[in-house]
């Protein structure tokens, strides 16, 4: 069997309800997608769970080496930070809990993971951390060339956690410099 030593970068929008996942061979998008929550339970560390069960059925057979069995892969994903609920900030809970089982779930699968705040993605990529969605997504077609691709805000934002971690890696690895 054949070593699989693609570089690849899975990038996740975590949330308990909609996940957005993008995943990158070097610095082009592979897939994109939005998984959604296939039951409507009220428990968020169960709807977590299918989330996580959803994307390991999606990814794995990419991203696993059927020579050695290891993920050589890089988790990136954006870290919940405060939202502004009902006039004071807030975390929240489940979003919280579903990053710390995603990123044991990273490791447990030998990914490398990195988990970075939404505010440093969007100073990142944007130049400031009060960018818009729609600012976020302008600058998503430019740096990846999708003009005219149309997809969610979770998935944008999947494939802004990825644009940022490796232009930090390798600056102006997408053509151009960042933060636009």
Not at 40 to 47: S, W
Request: proline share 4%; charged share 20%; with cysteine.
């Amino acid at each position: 069997m054949e070593h699989n030593s693609a570089n690849y970068t899975l990038a996740i929008d975590p949330g308990t309800h909609t996940t957005g996942v993008a995943l990158f061979e070097g610095c082009k998008v592979v897939e994109s997608a939005t998984l959604k929550a296939p039951y409507k339970v009220k428990d968020g560390d169960l709807r977590a769970f299918n989330l996580i069960e959803m994307l390991e059925e999606m990814v794995l057979p990419t991203l696993t080496c059927h020579s050695c069995g290891v993920t050589h892969a890089t988790l990136v994903y954006e870290n919940p930070q405060m939202f502004r609920i009902k006039g004071g900030m807030k975390t929240i809970e489940p979003v919280v809990r579903m990053s710390g089982m995603l990123n044991f779930w990273g490791l447990q699968k030998q990914f490398r993971v990195y988990r970075y705040s939404v505010s440093t993605i969007k100073t990142g990529v944007a130049g400031r951390n009060a960018a818009s969605k729609e600012e976020v997504e302008r600058i998503m077609h430019r740096v990846l060339d999708m003009e005219d691709h149309n997809r969610t805000d979770h998935e944008y934002d999947a494939m802004s956690v990825a644009v940022y971690h490796l232009d930090k890696a390798n600056p102006g690895c997408f053509g151009a410099a960042l933060p636009m």
